[in-house]
């Protein structure tokens, strides 16, 4: 069982940054695979980033490469995803979710446990 708490989001204008959080807690963390997912309205959940609990891997969608980075602190059990230059696009409410298996996946129904969600709403 995994429980995720994220946090971060807010109203922030094109060019600016965010950082957003994903706390989790777990009975074990051995090959946990944490990745952020965004959904729009009126479209699909998108899958966005992710890392491998030990931080050695990471994934990004082609769309974020080089804006967003995603981070691991271990003492704090959080992950982060570092987003820069936000642009309108990036609007969505984004969610951490977690898997076991050590594989990076980039499919929502990969993942087994999801958090809450956090609204990042970026303006023109």
């Known amino acids: 069982q995994v429980q995720l708490v994220e946090s971060g989001g807010g109203l922030v204008q094109t060019g600016d940054s965010l950082r957003l959080s994903c706390a989790a807690s777990a009975s074990t963390f051995n090959t946990l695979i944490i990745g952020w997912f965004r959904q729009a309205p009126g479209k699909e959940r998108e899958f966005v980033a992710a890392?491998?609990?030990?931080?050695?891997?990471?994934n990004y969608v082609d769309s974020v490469k080089g804006r967003f980075t995603i981070s691991m602190d271990n003492a704090k059990n959080t992950v982060y995803l570092q987003m820069n230059g936000l642009k309108p696009e990036d609007t969505a409410l984004y969610y951490c979710?977690?898997?076991?298996?050590?594989?990076?996946?980039?499919?929502?129904?990969?993942?087994?446990?999801w958090g809450q969600g956090t609204q990042v709403t970026v303006s023109s």
């Open positions: 890392i491998s609990w030990t931080g050695r891997t990471t």
């Open positions: 979710a977690g898997r076991f298996g050590g594989v990076m996946r980039n499919r929502s129904p990969n993942y087994d446990y």
